[in-house]
């Protein structure tokens, strides 16, 4: 037995965890999910789950191609701030450049809920819309967070569009 060995703390994975499988590819996804999130192969049947820090859960593609990473919590907006009464880990502030002003300066929050990307209107002056990957529009509700998935169009204020992508 090595004394240095005995020594050394456990490894506490950083950051939020979830419980996980790979697909055939190496993709994780959530552990009993039927089809990979990322490439959608099917996953293997009895997986065996672990638990990983969380991974990247995908991007946010902005009109003007620059890809935002989902691997903390966003608060999009013309001046974004973080919350009232956000402790650490604090999101990452997304300015969107809209030159007409219709975008709000706190307009939405983008939050990592385990394997779930939610999307809130913070209750923006000309609203948050989103179209789902099967075509289906849904205007959000002030407050009341809405669970995307990929492929899923976001549109602020009818018009700033941007796509939620796995990666």
């Known amino acids: 037995m090595n004394r240095a060995a005995l020594q050394q703390p456990p490894t506490v994975p950083a950051g939020p965890t979830v419980w996980a499988a790979h697909c055939p590819q190496g993709h994780p996804s959530q552990a009993h999910a039927a089809v990979c999130r990322v490439c959608g192969v099917a996953m293997p049947p009895d997986p065996v789950p672990r638990e990983i820090p969380r991974p990247v859960l995908g991007r946010l593609v902005l009109p003007t191609g620059d890809p935002v990473p989902l691997d903390s919590d966003l608060v999009l907006?013309?001046?974004?701030?973080?919350?009232d009464g956000v402790t650490p880990p604090l999101p990452r502030l997304v300015?969107?450049?809209d030159p007409r002003f219709e975008v709000s300066?706190?307009?939405a929050t983008v939050t990592l809920n385990f394997w779930d990307v939610c999307l809130t209107d913070l209750g923006s002056t000309n609203g948050t819309e989103v179209v789902t990957p099967d075509g289906r529009r849904q205007r959000l509700a002030p407050d009341s967070p809405v669970t995307i998935a990929p492929g899923t169009r976001i549109i602020l204020a009818e018009v700033f569009e941007m796509t939620f992508e796995a990666t």
């Open 77 to 83: 907006g013309r001046d974004p701030q973080v919350p």
């Open 95 to 97: 300015v969107l450049n």
């Open 105 to 107: 300066g706190q307009h």
